[in-house]
């Protein structure tokens, strides 16, 4: 049986491959898909990549993570370091025993120093950043390791 995991990812990451490639990388979001699709697929997991700037709409789809039982990979980009409506959402997601990794391309903690709080993190399962689309995939991993215990 294969495991639905959702990869939610908030405002300006369907820019990819426009804004700030010297941060981001010049990938899309497009191949971003096709990468955790990949990914996923060797790890046994169905993976729906998502992206949202609208924040009433990725809360709704932590919503529907819980109520579907779903794992959770998420890039909250902005909403990372104010959206306390998102952080409820995400608490939601780990009170019920989901995992759910918080995964950022860039390191947020190396560049603006609004970007070095995340309300999500507290919340979290994992964090990982730094590590460009890469991360996505080790947060595959870590999602196929928890749900494997």
Request: aromatic share 6%; charged share 20%.
């Amino acid at each position: 049986m294969t495991t639905h995991v959702v990869v939610v990812n908030g405002p300006n990451l369907g820019r990819l491959g426009v804004r700030q490639p010297d941060v981001y990388g010049h990938q899309d979001l497009a191949e971003l898909r096709r990468l955790c699709v990949a990914w996923g697929g060797d790890l046994g997991l169905d993976v729906e990549v998502r992206q949202s700037d609208d924040e009433a709409e990725v809360i709704g789809w932590m919503h529907r993570a819980v109520d579907e039982a779903t794992p959770v990979v998420m890039n909250p980009a902005a909403f990372t370091h104010y959206s306390y409506g998102l952080a409820d959402a995400a608490h939601m997601v780990t009170d019920a025993g989901l995992p759910l990794m918080e995964v950022h391309i860039s390191n947020p903690s190396a560049r603006d120093a609004f970007r070095k709080h995340s309300v999500i993190s507290p919340v979290a399962t994992g964090t990982i950043t730094g590590m460009g689309f890469f991360g996505y995939r080790l947060a595959l991993e870590a999602v196929a390791h928890l749900l494997a215990d």
